[in-house]
């Protein structure tokens, strides 16, 4: 939509001063809304200088090489049509701004981090001659000092390396075996911004709940023990009620060891509570054992079921914990040894680098007088933290996202880190006008967003996400 005027829901958000979210749904143009806001911010104005003087005093961050090249090439081109119609003081000052966009700080979320590590080594920790490892770079030197790891610790008989090579394999089938599991599962505590540290504090926090655990248990148990116990000791003598009470004797017998408060683990198995809900279905009890035990499709539930698998995970957790601690610790002596850098640290240690030194995030601040971010629906926790850091009361965040597009869950982004700060900033502008698709298929995402996403297609404030409207007309049939 570059060669057209902005629709006046646009300008609103390209004009818009101070912080500000806009939830841009697909095909608004949002990339030209970034690229005209960015402009915007540089424009002279009759009553005075721009709001900003210099484009090195801008931030603008995506999630991907692509998109950063995209926004670069939007920003060029808009600016060619402000030179072609600019004269006098004007174009020299549009000339200028041609000439600082160079350098200009259009960048991945990765690469801006890599660039603050750089220029202050000394604060972060890090050798200033780190190699920087791109992602496909990354995953493969994770895995393979993953791997180097694991199989040392198997080879001294490590309990939970052996189980977890046992079960997983290796590196077996699609998910990469027990080096996949672990290499997800330490990638899944550097995107929440947690350590081993936190790893083992949670796993203690587990552990401490062990006696209460074990006391429902024992109550549920008990209570089991006794509704059975009642309903076939006043029930008819009927041959399904004798076959009950053939069968009910060893169950009773286990139901009471627990009650006295005998180990759990030992007693009880996945097997034999299917066994005790088909007994208890066939006593026609489950009504009123259902909080106790009850078997839900393929899946068992209530108190018993539940705290059973929560005693019986303790001591597989406890050595997994133990596992993934030593594992990172490895993975990072490893990286400091070799002078590397993974991608993903790259996050990591610029939200470190901000929270433990602020003198650096304050020099940024002085530096920056704007930071605009596209896709934040895609971001996690981490990259909104040192977004945030960045974002002094003096710097204005522009930021732009649309719930429906967040797709990245599997890397770790969390959709609601939008709707937090978009709430945080007192609402959202919207941009709700499609260019790109026929009114069938708009009319198909409305039906489905308001389905998944329980709000009316027809409410004038979806609250949570925005109606898509075409801006053509077209002859196809309606889905509904």
Known sequence: MSDREPTPEQWRAIRAEGSVAVRAGAGSGKTTVLAHHFLYLLRPRPEGPPLIDEVGRILAITFTEKAAAEMKQKIHTLLAVELGRATGTERRH???????????????????????????????????????????????????????????????????????????????????????????????????????????????????????????LREAAERIAARLRSALGAARDTPTVARLRAAWPPYEAMLEEIGRGGAAAPVLETGRLEDLCRLLGAARLTGTVRDDLAYDGPRLRGVLAEEYGFLAALAPARRLTELLVAL????????????????????????????????????????????LVDEFQDTDAVQAEVIERLASPGVPLFVVGDEKQSIYGFRGADVTVFRRAWERLGGALPLGRNFRSQPAILDFVNGLAAGTMRVPATSPHPGRWTVLATSRSCSAPSTR
Request: net charge positive; glycine share 8%; charged share 30%.
């Open 328 to 371: 990172g610790a490895a993975l990072r002596e490893r990286k400091r040894v070799d002078g590397v850098l993974a991608f993903d640290d790259l996050i990591a240690e610029a939200r470190a680098l901000l929270a433990d030194h602020p003198a650096v995030g304050a020099r940024c601040a002085r530096e920056l007088r704007a930071i």
């Open 94 to 216: 549009w000339e200028r701004v041609r000439r600082e966009l160079l350098a200009a700080r259009v960048s991945t979320i990765h690469a801006f981090c890599a660039r603050l590590l750089r220029e202050n080594p000394l604060e972060a920790g890090i050798d200033p001659r780190a190699t920087i490892l791109d992602e496909h770079e990354s995953q493969a030197y994770v895995e393979a000092a993953v791997e180097e790891e694991l199989v040392a610790r198997v080879r001294r008989g490590d309990p939970a390396g052996r189980e977890l090579v046992q079960r997983h394999g290796l590196r077996r089938g699609r998910q990469g075996g027990a080096v996949g599991v672990c290499v997800r599962l330490l990638a899944s505590l550097g995107r929440t911004g947690r350590d081993g540290v936190w790893l083992a504090a949670a796993m203690e926090h587990q552990e401490a709940l062990a006696p209460v655990a074990t006391a429902a």
